[in-house]
């Protein structure tokens, strides 16, 4: 069965030339969103947890463990719900890549990042912060690159 049969929206509608799979602009928008605000999650719950640091005990047999501590929970939770959104709005971006092309959505990690960044300079940066913020700039520059090598690569294969 040739691509563009498979690919219909509704089985009884086949994709005309040059119509895309996913053709709504709002999907990529809903990406773009997607992104922006886990990327901005993740990074100031990474942040904040830098700054809460690690609650010593010892369990019963002696050894010593790290926890969280109580002022560093809600940058806990922050990062355990944003691992898990950012996985999803990953997946969601790669789909729209592999199958519409469009790479423009990966922008989301970036404004995401310059967010963080803004927000994490305003409360003052530690050592720690300052790594972190170096990893999410990082990722805001090569999540996007990437995105658009494997777009262009795609176009390229099609003849497009």
């Keep these: 069965m040739p691509l563009a049969e498979q690919n219909g929206r509704l089985p009884s509608r086949k994709l005309l030339p040059g119509e895309k799979w996913l053709p709504s602009g709002a999907a990529g928008w809903l990406i773009v969103v997607a992104l922006t605000g886990t990327t901005f999650l993740l990074s100031w719950g990474i942040a904040g947890s830098i700054d809460a640091g690690c609650d010593y005990h010892y369990n019963r047999r002696g050894q010593r463990s790290c926890g969280v501590p ?25 789909f729209r890549v592999m199958f519409n092309g469009s790479w423009w959505p990966a922008l989301g990690v970036t404004v995401g990042a ?12 530690t050592t720690g912060e300052k790594a972190m913020l170096f990893i999410a700039l990082a990722a805001a520059v090569i999540v996007p690159w990437i995105t658009r090598y ?4 795609r176009s390229e294969r099609q003849g497009n």
């Design 70 to 94: 109580d002022e560093g929970m809600d940058s806990f939770i922050a990062v355990m719900i944003g691992v898990f959104l950012w996985g999803l709005a990953v997946c969601a971006l790669g």
């Design 114 to 125: 310059a967010a963080a960044l803004v927000v994490s300079v305003m409360g003052g940066v």
């Design 150 to 153: 494997r777009s262009n690569k």
